[in-house]
């Protein structure tokens, strides 16, 4: 994510880095270094010459000030500081108001990811809210659309409303929301067709569906990898529907940081999700502080934590913890630590969130099949194996081997990390305050140089 942004950034910040204090000359150096990095970003040249031109003054108002913190700390405090208030400061909610139900619509370009998004929100709202959506197949114009959503409805445990043969999107939203009305839904969420900003027939339909449904929130759903052409898409919707929040989805492609950098300025309307992956859980809730520090390079452990939170069982973690003391840890719960992690998400973009290990990640590929290697291995035991590492005698590697299609250097060589793995937990569960330390390590399977 915006790794190119991140690089000239830093590359801009070197420039005082080694420099007792800010002068015009070293400030200006690096702000033109900035400047260059966000307009190759797709960030508007206007707003890449205010937001420089802030830095700037500020950087230049700190003679005197501050004197213990080095030049080039304080400059990326600076800039950390101007890109929070330049994507929106804090983050804003959702707003499901207090009456049944409430109304979410969707819009957006063709081809955004409005219809994925709608799963991903039906499945936040469901996890992570205790919801009970409703997604509604209002696209009356893509081929497969309605399917789309049923199968996505299918996948995050949503109903879906939809009326096929019905080719009134309004009508359809309107019935959706009576539906739900009658069967106690707590949301509503309108997925309506792509649509082109010049195509004015379908852009007052977009805003007659707004106007008939009265939606607690209307969200405009953006592809983040278009940049510019994005933001101003994002002005032209607004002034036809006046949406309430933005969503960017694709982060996880080829972003240069345009739109994200852009939207809030240009638009005014915070960014309130943003969108990585094809999986259903992967939504998270926008905060301009966390975005700022991925940007610059230093992680984002409070997201990390968060996500490490969601699948965080206490009652498992005081049953391994005990297996550990005893030194009764196993393949069993070590496929079950392996099961925790991936469902947090992608393995390369979690790492990212830790601070320094985006850029000692930067030429390493971590292949989110790393884990497959272990999983064949440990599936290829018996259940008595699994309980028991102890019994894996010679003639059981081999057959084990066989069984996972993999050499007998490779099962020995996990065989050999697990067990420094379970020694070394069982060692710092001795230590104090090292208790709930279990995670799954050891090795460097699916790491690879590029």
């Not at 208030?85 to 499901?96: A, F, P, R």
């Not at 879906?160 to 009576?178: D, G, H, M, R, T």
């Not at 949301?187 to 004015?200: F, M």
């Given at each position: 994510m915006f790794e190119n942004l991140s690089d000239r950034l830093d590359s801009a910040f070197k420039v005082i880095s080694g420099t007792g204090r800010l002068t015009e000359l070293n400030v200006a150096e690096s702000i033109k270094e900035i400047r260059r990095a966000l307009v190759d970003a797709d960030v508007n040249y206007k707003i890449a010459k205010e937001f420089t031109d802030k830095i700037k003054d500020k950087a230049l108002g700190t003679e005197n000030v501050l004197k213990a913190v080095k030049p080039g700390e304080l400059m990326v405090k600076i800039v950390m500081d101007e890109l929070v208030?330049?994507?929106?400061?804090?983050?804003?909610?959702?707003?499901?108001g207090k009456t049944k139900p409430a109304v979410i619509l969707i819009a957006g370009l063709q081809g955004s990811g409005k219809t994925t998004f709608t799963g991903k929100l039906a499945y936040h709202l469901k996890n992570k809210?205790?919801?009970?959506?409703?997604?509604?197949?209002?696209?009356?114009?893509?081929?497969?659309?309605?399917?789309?959503?049923?199968?996505?409805?299918?996948?995050?445990?949503?109903?879906?409303?939809?009326?096929?043969?019905?080719?009134?999107?309004?009508?359809?939203?309107?019935?959706?929301?009576?539906?739900?009305?009658?069967?106690?839904?707590?949301?509503?969420?309108?997925?309506?067709?792509?649509?082109?900003?010049?195509?004015?027939?379908?852009?007052?339909?977009?805003?007659?569906?707004?106007?008939?449904?009265?939606?607690?929130?209307?969200?405009?759903?953006?592809?983040?990898?278009?940049?510019?052409?994005?933001?101003?898409?994002?002005?032209?919707?607004?002034?036809?529907?006046?949406?309430d929040g933005v969503v960017l989805t694709k982060l996880d492609g080829d972003t240069r940081g345009g739109a994200a950098l852009s939207i809030k300025y240009t638009v005014g309307k915070p960014i309130k999700f943003v969108s990585m992956g094809e999986k259903m859980d992967t939504l998270d809730v926008f905060y301009p502080d966390r975005m700022a520090q991925r940007i610059l390079g230093m992680g984002d452990i409070v997201t990390f934590v968060e996500k490490a939170q969601e699948q965080f069982d206490e009652a498992e973690a005081k049953r391994l913890e005990n297996k550990i003391r005893k030194n009764k840890f196993d393949f069993n719960d070590f496929l079950a630590q392996i099961n925790q992690i991936k469902r947090m998400g992608d393995i390369k973009s979690l790492m990212n969130m830790i601070p320094g290990m985006g850029k000692a990640l930067k030429d390493i590929d971590i292949d989110n099949s790393a884990f497959k290697k272990v999983e064949c291995i440990i599936q290829s035991m018996t259940p008595q194996e699994r309980g028991n590492p102890e019994l894996l005698s010679a003639s059981r590697k081999l057959r084990i081997a066989k069984g996972s299609g993999k050499t007998l250097h490779e099962v020995n060589l996990f065989l050999k990390q697990f067990d420094q793995m379970r020694k070394m937990m069982h060692k710092m569960t001795k230590m104090p305050n090292m208790g709930n330390m279990a995670m799954p390590g050891g090795g460097k399977s699916g790491m690879r140089r590029r």
């Open positions: 208030e330049l994507m929106g400061g804090q983050s804003e909610g959702i707003n499901l809210r205790q919801k009970s959506p409703l997604v509604v197949a209002a696209d009356v114009y893509r081929p497969a659309a309605v399917d789309q959503l049923t199968v996505l409805a299918e996948q995050v445990g949503a109903q879906i409303y939809k009326e096929p043969e019905n080719k009134n999107p309004v009508q359809i939203a309107l019935n959706a929301i009576q539906h739900a009305k009658a069967h106690n839904f707590d949301v509503v969420i309108v997925d309506t067709a792509g649509r082109l900003a010049v195509d004015e027939q379908m852009m007052a339909e977009i805003a007659n569906i707004k106007t008939a449904v009265q939606p607690n929130e209307t969200l405009f759903v953006v592809d983040s990898m278009t940049g510019q052409d994005a933001v101003n898409t994002a002005k032209t919707f607004n002034e036809v529907i006046n949406y």
